[in-house]
Nanobody
Framework: QVQLVESGGGLVQAGGSLRLSCAAS????????MGWYRQAPGKQRELVAQ???????NYADSVKGRFTISRDNAKNTVYLQMSSVEPEDTAVYSC??????????WGQGTRVTVSS
């Protein structure tokens, strides 16, 4: 069982920056891939960014060039650095971990609100 705890959400002005953290209860070296998802009011949850155990990343087109996902294996933490945020980035951001046995684990989410 993997427990994930997100932090770092809050209120930020458009054009500003925010860093989200996702701390895992196990060594993330044992986790195949970790990702950040978001769900805006009235919309479906979508993948924002993902990083594999060997560091391969992929991003939603809407955040490419603005967001960066990274992982610190020593701290068992994955980060999402958000820059040049836009009101459209307002959502609940959740962390997901997928292990090598095709199990998925989710955190409770952290809310990000971007004011215009």
């Amino acid at each position: 069982q993997v427990q994930l705890v997100e932090s770092g959400g809050g209120l930020v002005q458009a054009g500003g920056s925010l860093r989200l953290s996702c701390a895992a209860s196990v060594s993330i070296v044992s986790i195949n891939r970790m990702g950040w998802y978001r769900q805006a009011p009235g919309k479906q949850r979508e993948l924002v960014a993902q990083i594999t155990s060997d560091g391969v990343t992929n991003y939603a087109d809407s955040v490419k060039g603005r967001f960066t996902i990274s992982r610190d294996n020593a701290k068992n933490t994955v980060y999402l650095q958000m820059s040049s945020v836009e009101p459209e980035d307002t959502a609940v951001y959740s962390c997901k971990a997928g292990d090598y046995h095709f199990n998925d684990y989710w955190g409770q989410g952290t809310r990000v609100t971007v004011s215009s």
